[in-house]
């Protein structure tokens, strides 16, 4: 069986403005409800590299986390203070800064996205933007493999590069081997699907398990949770707890599979969702059921 995850996120962002939960009191809860691991959020006020900027620091978050038998699944490094086709250079400066860090931490697996909205500038073509949006991922990948990490690009209607077409190309162009795609199974829907935010409109008659298909073989990390087919507040897709969407997770999970999908992990992600502690117990409980049915 795989191990189960969450995204600390889930209790910081949008929701969490004014009162975001403190990493030891979501590390304490996720342990409680037999959690595996963590997906760690390396923004304020989790786990950013400048809260952890000490030896004896990162020796407290690793102890903090033995204690309560958790894992960190994957880093989502925190590269959203700046555009990375305006200021391509400082995103990956914040990139290599999570690198080094994850690299004292011991954690392998750094999740990242394109860094920019799916505008194109004026001026630019579309080609211009992903050809910009591939030297930087040639960089974060070739300092990563320096620490012998993976980096996993997680598409969204919220980021630059949804259309299923220029996802596969984009990988192929990256043509790093620690590069690998990231699919959650809303932003699969979404793009798949709806068609949210494409620059050029491509969606699949096969839907989400086309996509799967599609990236058979490329596929490093996968975030499970519903979609609703809308896109939330901050015009990235909503992420409905199990159930209250459109995803046959009992097509998904084995296309996952059957598409060489290996890493040890699936991690729930709840990002932005208003009710997190309300809706985590039955997240927890579908993911664990449908791994028993088939990764058991």
């Not at 008659?205 to 490093?220: H, N, S, T």
């Not at 609703?228 to 015009?235: C, I, P, S, W």
């Amino acid at each position: 069986m795989k191990k189960v995850s969450i995204g600390s996120w889930a209790f910081t962002g949008e929701n969490f403005a004014d009162n975001p939960i403190a990493l030891d009191e979501v590390i304490a809860k996720l342990h409680e409800m037999n959690f595996d691991g963590i997906s760690m959020g390396g923004f304020m006020p989790h786990a950013a590299p400048s809260l952890y900027d000490t030896d004896e620091k990162r020796e407290g978050l690793k102890k903090l986390l033995a204690d309560n038998e958790l894992e960190v699944a994957d880093y989502a490094a925190d590269t959203w203070s700046v555009d990375s086709l305006k200021q391509s250079n400082e995103w990956c400066a914040l990139f290599d800064e999570a690198a080094e860090f994850c690299s004292k931490m011991g954690w392998k697996i750094i999740r990242v996205d394109s860094g920019t909205p799916p505008i194109v500038p004026e001026g630019h073509t579309y080609e211009d933007c992903r050809r910009q949006i591939v030297l930087n991922f040639k960089h974060i990948c070739q300092t990563a493999q320096k620490y012998g990490q993976k980096v996993v690009w997680e598409f969204e209607p919220g980021f630059m590069i949804n259309e299923p077409k220029y996802i596969l190309k984009t990988f192929e162009e990256v043509n790093e081997p620690n590069f690998f795609v990231l699919v959650d199974t809303c932003h699969a829907y979404m793009s798949a699907v709806v068609g949210a935010r494409h620059i050029e409109p491509d969606v699949l008659d096969g839907g989400v398990l086309e996509l799967i298909d599609m990236l058979k073989g490329k596929i490093g990390f996968v975030h499970v949770i519903d979609s609703d087919g809308t896109l939330n507040v901050t015009q990235t897709s909503t992420h409905a707890p199990f159930g209250l969407g459109k995803v046959n997770f009992d097509e998904v999970i084995p296309a996952f599979l059957k598409a060489g999908y290996d890493e040890e992990w699936w991690a729930i992600d709840l990002c932005e969702w208003e009710d997190p502690f309300g809706a985590i117990k039955q997240c927890k409980e579908a993911v664990d059921a449908f791994n028993a049915k088939y990764c058991g």
